[in-house]
């Protein structure tokens, strides 16, 4: 019924006064550009300072503000000049209720902006391209999973907000206010999933089970985590492949964290020799591979027998490697250097299989002479 109000007084006020709506839109549409020159000019200059190292909030702001504020100046401009651009009542009523949703938009923005900025300036204090970086991990956890939390209840809060703004909408509230417990119970049953995966998102940032770049096995795979969401976790797997999992996985399901207490990780090598084998050359052979190599972290260098089986022994070389991405490739490393030591000088040292050949029962073994 307003709709039609408004689209019949603006239809008379086109018939009797086209020079009163040309001055309206004149003057919002000059105020709509306005604010578009001075969000250009404003943040060209930003840019210009955020190119230098150092300006750590400059670039933030510039990255994360540069798109929502495209409508944001023009709506300031338009609310200051709307007190005075002539248009009947109903139509400014009608602007004014639009620019008002608008606003509370703004608002919202502006405290996702400043969780945005915070974030990148924490993160730039904690980086985790260092070896052991452990710290710097649960940390940028905390402020990713936060802040992704952060900002999925400031879009809903927003939206119920806005939504009260209609009278309409307001009058439907209370008419299921009677109804509000069966209400709430379909609602909370429909929006199950995501109401765990957020709260999983805050245990997960409290507890820390993973952070960013753990080095971890799920499903069988391993990879190491990549991004974790307000839903969801990415895991890098070692073949680029990506693995998505929501975030309850990792707080109902069983998998291994190898990096959770530390960086730190010791690779494992396993060999299956003959019992001729000369341990000392191989640990001595051990100690030189990994003395060659940048992966090495340079306090674990361990050779044991560590089983002895009906044909073989289990030898197990052990060394630790300088982060969990150099762990794999150690290992890797030290397997194929211990492989081509014994066979180039212990061939016969390689697994064989033993067997004892008798004579049949009833034949007469040969004398011995």
């Known amino acids: 019924m307003k709709l039609r109000q408004f689209l019949g007084g603006f239809a008379r006020l086109l018939h009797g006064h086209p020079l009163t709506v040309l001055v309206a839109v004149v003057v919002l549409a000059l105020a709509v550009g306005v604010g578009w020159v001075v969000h250009a000019v404003l943040f060209a200059a930003l840019r210009r300072w955020a190119s230098k190292p150092g300006h750590i909030i400059a670039a933030s702001v510039a990255e994360h503000g540069r798109r929502p504020s495209q409508w944001i100046f023009p709506l300031v401009a338009v609310l200051a ?5 002539p248009m009947p009542a109903l139509a400014r009523a009608a602007l004014q209720h639009l ?7 703004a608002v919202a923005w502006g405290v996702i902006l400043f969780a945005d900025v915070l974030a990148d300036v924490i993160t730039a204090k904690h980086r985790v391209d260092i070896s052991d970086n452990l710290a710097a991990r649960r940390i940028q956890t905390q402020v990713h999973v936060l802040r992704r939390v952060l900002t999925v209840t400031v879009v809903i809060v927003t939206l119920a907000i806005m939504l009260l703004t209609f009278p309409a909408v307001r009058t439907i509230g209370a008419s299921l206010l009677a109804s509000a417990g069966l209400a709430g119970l ?9 109401f765990g995966n957020l709260i999983a998102g805050v245990q997960i940032a409290l507890t820390q089970p993973i952070r960013m770049e753990d080095a971890v096995i799920v499903e069988g795979e ?3 985590i990549e991004e974790i969401t307000a839903t969801y976790v990415v895991v890098r797997i070692w073949d680029w492949r990506r693995m998505v999992l929501p975030l309850t996985y990792f707080i109902e399901q069983p998998f291994q964290n190898w990096t959770r207490n530390s960086a730190k990780l010791v690779g494992s090598v396993y060999l299956y020799l003959d019992y001729s084998i000369p341990i000392g050359a191989l640990r001595q052979e051990l100690e030189r591979i990994v003395h060659g190599t940048n992966k090495w972290r340079g306090e674990v260098c361990v050779m044991q027998v560590s089983d002895a089986k009906e044909h073989t022994i289990e030898v197990r070389a052990l060394a630790d490697a300088i982060d969990a991405g150099a762990a794999w490739d150690l290992r890797c490393l030290i397997r194929e250097g211990l492989i081509t030591y014994v066979q180039t000088n212990y061939p016969q040292c390689l697994p064989k299989t033993r067997a004892a050949i008798e004579p049949p029962a009833g034949v007469a073994q040969p004398a011995s002479s």
């Open 81 to 85: 000049v709307l007190p005075v651009a």
């Open 99 to 105: 620019t008002g949703l608008g606003v509370i938009a």
């Open 186 to 194: 379909v609602l909370g049953m429909a929006m199950k999933p995501t």
């Open 222 to 224: 391993w990879g190491w």
